[in-house]
């Protein structure tokens, strides 16, 4: 499988970015994709994710309200629609895909292991 992250940008601190991960390749055991983001300085973190064959979504505490995931099935896309965006959203955002067949259990969704496949990652800068 192979994931084209693209969308990133600069904004000013309130506006809004989206971005989009788009999945290629051998996609049918595709079961979720996540958003992660790593900003300078500091480790990888999660951002949101959502399971592919239902559509449930998990965020992370400190975007939830702002951030929303979205997934286009019959592209193999997923969406990070991005608004009142805030200085310390400004990252490399990197999407990833679970692609074992089997559903991720909740409770492994935030945690970078269970992604097999990963984007090479665009930019997000907020200025302030």
């Known amino acids: 499988v192979q994931l084209q992250a693209s969308g990133g940008g600069l904004v000013q601190t309130g506006g809004a970015l989206r971005l989009a991960c788009a999945a290629s390749?051998?996609?049918?055991?595709?079961?979720?994709m996540g958003w992660f983001r790593q900003a300078p300085g500091k480790g990888r973190e999660f951002v949101a994710t959502i399971r592919w064959p239902r559509g449930d979504f998990y965020y992370a505490d400190s975007v939830k309200g702002r951030f929303t995931i979205s997934r286009d099935k019959s592209k193999n896309t997923a969406y990070l629609q991005m608004n009142s965006l805030k200085h310390e959203d400004t990252a490399i955002y990197y999407c990833?895909?679970?692609?074992?067949?089997?559903?991720?259990?909740?409770?492994?969704?935030?945690?970078?292991?269970?992604?097999?496949?990963w984007g090479q990652g665009t930019l997000v800068t907020v200025s302030s």
């Open positions: 390749g051998r996609t049918d055991g595709i079961t979720a």
């Open positions: 990833a895909t679970n692609a074992r067949y089997t559903i991720p259990i909740v409770s492994s969704l935030r945690r970078p292991e269970t992604y097999d496949y």
